[in-house]
């Protein structure tokens, strides 16, 4: 520790004060991967956790195209594959009376639909992956500390004091001696979670909605594999309409951890149980074997953990130079798999903002954006991930579940199965329903439709941005319209080697100017701009006999510009601007354009 020594536990600060630039509080996917994307620039500093480790349970697991295009620009995409579990193993969710009974019935989730591979294909050069948080967090701390960032477990960040010279005195607690330490820093960043320290100091309000009860996550270790060989899929609902259900799983997810001998139970109580009842451990294991449907099966319990679905985000992320992201300004349930594929973007967005200021290729200014952008994104995908659980009880008013007396689900269970009036409306719903969770397990709209305005977004050009799709959720907007991530296309060379996406052309800490044929002035514009301003720009051409081939010409179909106009992509992949056409003094333009995204 560079502060000095300690001897022993106590109470009292040490005198010594620890000097960084960059303080992140928290180590799980939003504090590690703002790290991981914070050493891309160069730039180094200190992690804290109050845990003991990284994640011991696998709380997130699915990730998502857009957080895996965040981790590809850093090199950790490959690291990633080799622990994930792929597209094939997720192919369904399903709901059933048990993982070995009757199913009642099953849809493609995570782009395995078919009908909707398309729409994956053409949005990212990514796909969708299981990686639970207990792989997850290793391989972004791993990276942050081999590249200059220095990470402290059982370390509890206390309280933090502004300095009038503008740094960040933050308190802290040695976990193991009790000893309590200070580090000087010029940024704090409140990734601390749910119970965020930092969120609580700076008294942002909190925009809450009722909640929707207590959910129990139970890990169980169980070898599947005999069962889910007709049944692959991730993901399983598993109910009994027409039996008596202990009060604390009313209905259960059941979610895949290691296939397929890992899993997490995901019970969901009665309405009416409350939230203070302590089932045995024998009741635990009666209850899972019930759910499993295989009494000879073993199974063995690995964790016990309560959690309360919430929807709540943050009015603003950030106070001067601190700034919070992550679970501690966006909470929500599971649904959708939104949650650490969200805290990553967060990340994503800031970390270029901090390092241009930082490095003094900004103003100060540019930092307000962060809030300004990332908010709209975090109030979204908690309404929709509420959306999504409040779904569900359109199924489980299809398959009887609701009423409290036996009898009446009874008999509205086996309306299911007969030809009458009452049984085809019944089947109907169901139908219904269960397409209706297309939203939540083909959200491909929800995932990569986010649409930033702020001051880092230049639309003096532009007029009124065109409207979302009908369905947001479901369908994904392909535009260069500035605010918009840029959009996806295969490229190649005129000899052909290894594809590469237009994706692989942004990114990499810096800024990114595609043009095409007759543009060659926009490039050469790029060029000087850069060295003027002190900013990198990374130029391409695209088109025939261009740097890249448009090999299946979607570029052309989706830059929405003539081939000698100008796209100007931000390091985080989002569009700053775009020019129509070839201008009269192009670099007086790409100049303007990029002071004022820059705020200098």
Known sequence: MSNGKTNGASENPTTAIVETDLLVIGAGPAGAGLACFLTQHGLKGIMVA?????????????TNMAALECLRDIG???????????????????????????????????????????????????????????????????????????????????????????????KLQDNLTKSVYQIRS???????????????????????????????????????????????????????????????????????????????FILFPHPEAGVDFNPSHEEYVKCVKTIVGDQSTPVEILGISKWFINEIVAEHYSEGNIFCLGDAVHRHPPIN????????????????????????????????????????????????????????????????????????????????????PEGVARRERLQKAVNNTAHEFHGVGVEMNQRYTSSAIYL????????????????????T??????????????????????????????????????GAAWKESASKVAKELGVDINAYSIGWGQDYDDVYFDWARRREIAEDGCVLVRPDRFVAWRSQGIITNPGVKLRNVLKSVLSI
């Open 460 to 479: 003096a050009d532009e007029g009124p941005r065109p409207p979302l799709p009908a369905d947001p959720v479901l369908e994904h907007q392909i535009t």
């Open 337 to 420: 798999g939104l949650g650490s594929n969200t805290c990553i973007q967060d990340a994503y967005n800031l970390a270029w903002k901090i390092a241009y200021v930082l490095k003094k290729k900004s103003g100060p200014g540019l930092l307000d954006s962060f809030s300004l952008e990332r908010q709209p994104v975090g109030a979204t995908i908690v309404t929709r991930a509420n959306d999504g659980l409040r779904d569900h009880a359109h199924i489980w008013e299809a398959l009887g579940m609701l009423d409290p007396s036996l009898k009446v689900r009874q008999r509205h269970f086996a309306e299911l199965s007969e030809a009458t």
């Open 481 to 518: 319209y500035p605010g918009s991530r840029l959009p996806h296309a295969w490229l190649n060379t005129k000899m052909p080697g290894k594809k590469l996406s237009t994706i692989d052309l942004a990114g990499h800490g810096v800024f990114c100017l595609l043009t095409g044929i007759g």
């Open 186 to 264: 010029k940024y704090l960043f409140g990734c601390d979670g749910a119970r965020s320290q930092v969120l609580r100091q700076l008294k942002i309000p909190l925009i809450k909605k009722p909640g929707q009860g207590l959910a129990i996550n139970v890990l169980v270790k169980v070898d599947l594999s005999h069962i889910v060989e007709n049944r692959v899929g991730n993901l399983h609902w598993v109910m009994r309409p027409d039996e008596e259900n202990p009060s604390f799983n009313h209905t259960c997810i059941i979610r895949m951890v290691k296939p397929w001998n890992e899993w997490m």
């Open 50 to 62: 109050a845990t003991p480790s990284t994640a011991d349970t696998p709380r997130a697991h699915i």
């Open 76 to 170: 950790l995409q490959e690291e990633l594959l080799k622990v994930a579990v792929t597209r094939n193993s997720m192919q369904h969710t399903r709901w059933c009376r048990s993982m070995a009974g009757e199913e009642f019935a099953r849809i493609y989730s995570w782009g395995n639909d078919p009908a909707r591979a398309g729409a994956y294909d053409a949005a990212s050069p990514c796909n969708h992956y299981d990686v639970p948080q207990t792989l997850l967090e290793p391989i972004l701390v791993g990276h942050a500390t081999h590249n200059g960032f220095s990470c402290r477990f059982d370390t509890t960040f206390l309280s933090f004091e502004q300095e009038p010279n503008g740094t960040i005195l933050s």
